[in-house]
């Protein structure tokens, strides 16, 4: 278990802030994610706020839950993952499935990583636009937020543009409008 302090940003010229982006952090990998996200049939995750998911991409697979967001500024969170055999991909999901959880939506997103000392930083296109993902993991929040805050800062992006809803929760609110 770790705690997962992060902020996201929407972006109006992702090249534009990846030159900014390469000025300072090193390139990990450019990869295409896809999340399937699942309902629980014990409690409702939209009201306890958290979530439940299968992520596959070049990396493998990982199943991750996340609790409920534990700061007002950004998306932190207490998060818990397990890495699995890609070959094992469709059986989790049958797992789960024969639990009584649910799969209800499907997320995608090409996903490019930087990493900056204690940073991770994600520049994603997805079918509802485009973002930046600052995330620093550790137990200490406060030390967080500052860092994200100042590599915000650096590529010209005021912390108040942050956005705490999570891709899921977008992608449900532009289907549903």
């Keep these: 278990m770790s705690i997962e302090v992060e902020a996201k940003f929407p972006v109006k010229n992702i090249s534009e802030v990846e030159e ?5 952090a090193e390139f990990v990998i450019d990869k295409v994610e896809e999340d399937i996200y699942f309902k629980s049939p014990v409690r409702d995750f939209a009201v306890t706020d958290e979530a ?8 493998g697979v990982v199943v991750t839950y996340k609790g409920a967001k534990l700061d007002s500024e950004t998306k932190t969170r207490e998060e818990v993952k ?13 797992i789960l499935l024969k639990l009584g959880f649910e799969d209800f939506a499907v997320v995608k997103k090409r996903r490019k990583i930087y990493r900056y000392e204690d940073a991770v930083i994600c520049l994603d296109s997805l079918e509802i636009g485009d973002f930046i993902e600052i995330e ?5 929040v406060e030390y967080g937020k500052r860092r994200i805050f100042e590599i915000a800062s650096r590529l010209s992006i005021d912390k108040r543009e942050s956005i705490r809803k999570s891709y899921l929760e977008l992608i449900l609110e532009k289907t549903e409008s």
């Design 20 to 24: 900014k982006v390469k000025e300072f």
């Design 136 to 140: 620093v993991e550790g137990s200490d």
């Design 82 to 94: 397990a890495r699995i055999d890609p070959g094992d991909y469709d059986k989790i999901i049958m």
């Design 52 to 59: 439940l998911r299968v992520r596959k991409d070049v990396e």
